[in-house]
C-alpha cells in the first residue's frame, strides 16, 4: 500500500517527501521535560476574569463549563470543597491551588453536597476583562473563607488532543505553592485586595496570570508522569516520542509510515495509539503543530509571507495558503492583517 502523506496535498511535496528506510530500532524514551514543554508551549492567555470572593456557610458557587478556557481557585483563607457532576470531591484549604485545564464544569461550596448558589461569572457590574471588589456571599454567621477565582482563557492553539485529555481538576497543596516563591508570590499579589493598578494594568494582569498558570502546571504535569494512569501518553515511549519529534521536527516531510518507523511501530499499532492516548489523528495533530507555528511567524515576526510555508513543512505556498484557510478559516493575509490591528 502506498504511504499516505500527511504533508499537505501538493504535488511538489510528494515529490520531494522522504522516507526513512533505516530498520526499526527502540525507541529512545524522550525527556520528559520536553513533552512536558509540548504541552506547556501554546499555554499563551488571550483574555482573563478575576474576582475576590469572602463567603461564610452556608455557600456555593457554581462554575458553567467553558471552551478553550482554563479556570484557578486560588484558597486564601478557610476551605471549601471542590465537585463536579460524577466527581469525586476534593477538599481544599488556605494555601491551595486547584486548576481545571480545560475549564470543566464544577462547583465550589462549603459542603460537598451543598447545591445552588451564585454563578462564578456573576460578578457585579458585568464588565470587560479586569480584577473586580470582593464579593460576599452566602450566610451571616457561619465559617468563612476567601478565594481568588480566575477564568483564563487561552489561544484555541492550545486546545490539542493531549491537553484535552488533562484530568478535570488538578490541584497544588499549601506545601507544593510555597516550594514554588514565584508562583506563591504572583498568587498572592493577584489575591490581594490592594493591586496595584496603574498604566497597562491589564496586560501585566494578564502576564501574571499566564506565569502562574504555566508555573502550577508544570508542577501538576511532572505529577503526572509519574503516575501513567493520570495520562498514560506519558509513558508510552512510542507516542511521547512522536509527540516531541511533532513539537520540534514539525517541518520535516513526515508520513504516517516514516513517523511510526522513527519510533519503532507499525503503521496500524502507531495509528491507533495516537488516537487512543492523544485523542486526535497523527495527522491531524501534526498540522495543528504546524498551523500554531504559521500563526505564531504571521503574528509575531516580520518575516515575508512567501517565507513561512517551507518553515512549517509545506513545499507549496498553494498547498499552505488552503491548509491554514481551511484551519483557521481566513487566509495568511488576513490573519497577519489581524494580528497587526490587534496589536
Known sequence: MDPVEITPVDTAATADASVNTAAPTAPAA???DDLLSELLQPLRLAGVFDSRWHVRAP??????????CAVLHFITGGSCWLTGEGRTPIRLRAGDLAVLP???????????????????????????????GATGIGGSAGPESRLLCAGLRYDESAATGLYQALPWA??????????????RDTLRLLAAADR???????????????????????????????DPASLPV???????KA???????FAEPWTIESLAREVGMSRSAFTAAFRELVGEAP??????????????????????????????GYQSAVGFHLAFRKWYGMTPGEYRAGSLSAA
Open 30 to 32: 524522550p525527556d520528559a
Open 59 to 68: 455557600w456555593a458557587i457554581e462554575g458553567d463549563a467553558a471552551e478553550r
Open 102 to 132: 480545560t475549564g470543566s464544569a464544577h462547583r465550589l461550596a462549603d459542603h460537598p453536597e451543598r447545591r445552588g448558589g451564585a454563578a462564578l461569572c456573576s460578578v457585579p457590574p458585568r464588565r470587560g476583562p479586569g480584577p473586580a
Open 170 to 183: 488538578l490541584v497544588l497543596d499549601r506545601a507544593q505553592v510555597e516550594q514554588e516563591p514565584l508562583l
Open 196 to 226: 496595584p493598578v496603574g498604566p497597562g494594568d491589564r496586560l501585566v494582569t494578564l502576564r501574571a496570570f499566564e506565569m502562574a498558570l504555566v508555573l502550577a502546571m508544570r508542577n501538576l504535569l511532572r505529577d503526572l508522569a509519574a
Open 234 to 240: 506519558l509513558r508510552h515511549p512510542g507516542i511521547s
Open 243 to 249: 509527540m516531541v519529534v511533532i513539537a520540534t521536527r
Open 283 to 312: 495527522a491531524r495533530h501534526l498540522t495543528g503543530r504546524r498551523m500554531e507555528e504559521a500563526a505564531r511567524l504571521l503574528g509575531e515576526t516580520s518575516l515575508p509571507q512567501s517565507s513561512v510555508p517551507p518553515r512549517v
